[in-house]
């Protein structure tokens, strides 16, 4: 379907997700899934409000264990989507042995007390945190936690306007949403949504309404990406009065801005008293080879927000870092949440943290993320229909486009390509209709993106000859 077919037909346009009732879908449903499989995926469908990406779903998990996943049918895949939750690989027994102590000695705390493990999760992401980032509040989701760094940045600076980025990702609550750039969580029946949220093009090289394109492999020019800071810089001056320019430091699609980008973001946010939102509910805790991706850009932050892999793919729990400036609600509710001080899900955060340096699993992702970029430039060597190959640490992307000049979306290749490396047991996502992403765990080994790269190599030989 071409964007004016979808702009017509009321479909949304292509997301951070790959659409889950095409035909190649459910050939590939006909071809894999049994009746036991069957049996429970319209038990699914039945009982669950029925939504884009998550309903049908594709098939019965009964297992997953580092960077494993097992279907009922005994299917094993190697994972490399995850959500972006399984930094430390699924069922770490360090991890489970902590959280079922935990549930032994103290399972949960009313919201009028503290408890230890709270106390010690806070004090742990301000000892990591970028730049004296130190007072926190906890939630049980990303997207609460991106609203709570909203109310903050609207208490700080008397204002309610922001400004983010169109195709940008930042939750599915009214406030992220509103703030995010995705068609299919912002339009719609939805309804009205914020008021002030200004939207900008998104920061990307190879793809943007400025003009200027070129592959990652490509050397970047001194104004690379100067039009797209500039109209920010506008923006902020103009509306006069915006409170937070809430951003991905890189996009989860992946997309990285070019040198010195934020830089000159940061820089106007300073000049025109905004405060600076960086959304790190993917990318942070070392998925990028830094244990948080603004490190890459020497950027900081007034507000940091964390999620995602914080749990260590075990329980739900987000973080708003900020600024201790930035404390200014003490006589309001912005995040009063029954499991804020959950000592359960702060167990699991703190452990998750500890393992991520114990265990070297930073440098691991720097190391794994140099072998899987020689490898992604060398498979886009062999193949014409890679546009563009984009890497930062364990955060891959492989553009597919049905011709390098045009750069016309290869989004039925990407469909293909997708379900031809699910039967070869590899699971990860297409973004954006035609990239395919690939997030592995920080676990990950040079064997493991060995045999990845390998399937994704045979896939594409198969689906583009």
Same mark, same amino acid.
């Given at each position: 379907?071409?964007?004016?077919?979808?702009?017509?037909?009321?479909?949304?346009?292509?997301?951070?997700?790959?659409?889950?009732?095409?035909?190649?879908?459910?050939?590939?449903?006909?071809?894999?899934?049994?009746?036991?499989?069957?049996?429970?995926?319209?038990?699914?469908?039945?009982?669950?409000?029925?939504?884009?990406?998550?309903?049908?779903?594709?098939?019965?998990?009964?297992?997953?264990?580092?960077?494993?996943?097992?279907?009922?049918?005994?299917?094993?895949?190697?994972?490399?989507?995850?959500?972006?939750?399984?930094?430390?690989?699924?069922?770490?027994?360090?991890?489970?042995?902590?959280?079922?102590?935990?549930?032994?000695?103290?399972?949960?705390?009313?919201?009028?007390?503290?408890?230890?493990?709270?106390?010690?999760?806070?004090?742990?992401?301000?000892?990591?945190?970028?730049?004296?980032?130190?007072?926190?509040?906890?939630?049980?989701?990303?997207?609460?936690?991106?609203?709570?760094?909203?109310?903050?940045?609207?208490?700080?600076?008397?204002?309610?306007?922001?400004?983010?980025?169109?195709?940008?990702?930042?939750?599915?609550?009214?406030?992220?949403?509103?703030?995010?750039?995705?068609?299919?969580?912002?339009?719609?029946?939805?309804?009205?949504?914020?008021?002030?949220?200004?939207?900008?093009?998104?920061?990307?090289?190879?793809?943007?309404?400025?003009?200027?394109?070129?592959?990652?492999?490509?050397?970047?020019?001194?104004?690379?990406?100067?039009?797209?800071?500039?109209?920010?810089?506008?923006?902020?001056?103009?509306?006069?009065?915006?409170?937070?320019?809430?951003?991905?430091?890189?996009?989860?699609?992946?997309?990285?801005?070019?040198?010195?980008?934020?830089?000159?973001?940061?820089?106007?946010?300073?000049?025109?008293?905004?405060?600076?939102?960086?959304?790190?509910?993917?990318?942070?805790?070392?998925?990028?080879?830094?244990?948080?991706?603004?490190?890459?850009?020497?950027?900081?932050?007034?507000?940091? %927000? *964390?999620?995602? +892999? =914080?749990?260590? @793919? $075990?329980?739900?729990?987000? &973080?708003?870092?900020?600024?201790?400036? /930035?404390?200014?609600?003490?006589?309001?509710?912005?995040?009063?949440?029954?499991?804020?001080?959950?000592?359960?899900?702060?167990?699991?955060?703190?452990?998750?943290?500890?393992?991520?340096?114990?265990?070297?699993?930073?440098?691991?992702?720097?190391?794994?993320?140099?072998?899987?970029?020689?490898?992604?430039?060398?498979?886009?060597?062999?193949?014409?229909?890679?546009?563009?190959?984009?890497?930062?640490?364990?955060?891959?992307?492989?553009?597919?486009?049905?011709?390098?000049?045009?750069?016309?979306?290869?989004?039925?290749?990407?469909?293909? %390509? *997708?379900?031809? +490396? =699910?039967?070869? @047991? $590899?699971?990860?996502?297409? &973004?954006?209709?035609?990239?395919?992403? /690939?997030?592995?765990?920080?676990?990950?080994?040079?064997?493991?993106?060995?045999?990845?790269?390998?399937?994704?190599?045979?896939?594409?030989?198969?689906?583009?000859?």
């Amino acid at each position: 379907m071409t964007k004016r077919d979808a702009k017509a037909s009321g479909v949304p346009l292509p997301s951070e997700s790959e659409v889950n009732t095409s035909p190649r879908r459910q050939l590939w449903m006909n071809r894999n899934i049994d009746d036991r499989s069957r049996t429970l995926l319209d038990q699914d469908s039945r009982h669950f409000l029925h939504q884009s990406v998550s309903t049908p779903c594709l098939s019965v998990v009964t297992g997953a264990e580092g960077i494993w996943i097992e279907d009922i049918q005994g299917r094993r895949y190697m994972d490399f989507h995850g959500n972006n939750v399984h930094h430390i690989g699924y069922g770490h027994p360090r991890l489970n042995a902590a959280v079922k102590d935990q549930i032994d000695s103290l399972p949960f705390a009313p919201r009028r007390f503290t408890c230890e493990p709270a106390v010690a999760l806070a004090r742990k992401l301000a000892a990591i945190a970028p730049g004296g980032l130190e007072k926190v509040l906890f939630t049980t989701g990303g997207s609460d936690a991106v609203e709570v760094a909203l109310k903050i940045a609207r208490a700080a600076t008397g204002r309610f306007k922001t400004l983010s980025f169109w195709d940008s990702f930042h939750g599915a609550g009214f406030g992220a949403a509103s703030v995010g750039g995705e068609q299919l969580f912002r339009s719609g029946p939805a309804g009205p949504l914020l008021p002030g949220s200004e939207h900008v093009p998104p920061f990307g090289c190879y793809r943007n309404p400025f003009g200027y394109s070129h592959s990652s492999r490509e050397p970047h020019a001194p104004s690379c990406g100067s039009v797209c800071a500039d109209l920010v810089r506008y923006a902020l001056q103009k509306e006069g009065d915006i409170a937070a320019v809430i951003a991905e430091p890189c996009r989860a699609v992946p997309d990285f801005a070019p040198p010195g980008f934020w830089v000159k973001i940061r820089e106007a946010c300073d000049e025109f008293g905004a405060l600076l939102i960086f959304d790190e509910i993917p990318t942070g805790l070392g998925k990028t080879g830094r244990m948080f991706a603004c490190q890459h850009e020497e950027v900081v932050p007034d507000i940091l %927000v *964390l999620g995602k +892999a =914080l749990g260590g @793919g $075990l329980l739900p729990i987000a &973080a708003t870092v900020c600024r201790a400036e /930035l404390d200014v609600g003490g006589n309001w509710a912005f995040g009063h949440y029954t499991h804020e001080k959950n000592p359960v899900t702060a167990r699991a955060a703190l452990t998750t943290i500890e393992i991520i340096e114990q265990e070297g699993l930073v440098e691991n992702a720097a190391r794994m993320g140099n072998y899987a970029t020689l490898r992604m430039q060398a498979m886009m060597d062999r193949f014409p229909a890679i546009g563009d190959v984009r890497g930062r640490g364990l955060l891959m992307g492989i553009e597919l486009v049905e011709d390098r000049r045009t750069r016309a979306p290869a989004e039925q290749l990407a469909e293909n %390509v *997708l379900y031809a +490396a =699910l039967e070869r @047991g $590899l699971n990860f996502k297409v &973004a954006m209709g035609n990239v395919l992403t /690939l997030t592995p765990p920080l676990t990950v080994t040079e064997t493991d993106l060995e045999r990845a790269f390998d399937i994704l190599e045979a896939c594409l030989e198969t689906a583009a000859g």
